[in-house]
């Protein structure tokens, strides 16, 4: 009777690693593919999804809320639908900006003074709400900031913790050859130290240092080591940073 309990608990322990045993494989298949390119591959869905949405919108605004007894109404109606078309796109491509929305704002601005009738003012009434929605959309989406809204982000930066948490940890050749080789994958101490040619104490020190500020993690006690979501908004922002500084011609080089 007791040689079948602990048959039956045997049994039951190894059913228990076997299911372990899948969770840290697909634990370790989920840690191998960099953060930033799960984020990224939302994102875009996120945005695609969300066009659509804005897209349908602004055809049917466009098409019941004109006024369609004018007969400026098919080419005012054309115009109005490139400005916005023109505004989506940039959206779209993440490209919308301070600038470039003044611009097709300007273009708005610009028909309106020519209107010739009263009534036209209930079409640029409803072509400059659908403008704002989609200001509004880039900026829940994170691609459109004016001027003042960033002047009043970088007054509120505190310069310690600017440099303690994000450029100070950073601004090491080693560290910053670890959190790029991370940000292909999970790597290995060992592996990390062909990269970087450090060894030993030397490079746990700089792990340490990265680790500390949660630019990367250790996946488990002596495990693999892989970036964060924070590690990876701060490599992508250098780049960015480091490539808007150059000249086109180089960047198309550098590719």
Known sequence: MCMKKDMKIEDELKEIKSELSLIRKELRNMSATPLGQNNAKTNDNFRGVISSLILDDLDQSLDNNLVSNCSKHPACKKAFRKILLDNQELIDSGKFNEENGFEN???LEGMKK???YDKCEICFGEVSELFGKQVKVAR?????RSKSESMMKINKISEDILVADFLEPIANVHRLQIVKSLANGTKSFSEISKITGLTGGNLLF?????TENEIILQSHER?????TEKGYVILESVLELYLSMLP???IKNKK
């Open 248 to 250: 086109s011609e180089e």
């Open 105 to 107: 704002k300007g273009k």
């Open 223 to 227: 495990g693999d080591y892989l970036i």
């Open 206 to 210: 700089h792990l340490q240092k990265l």
């Open 140 to 144: 829940s989406m994170k691609i459109y």
């Open 114 to 116: 020519t209107a010739p």
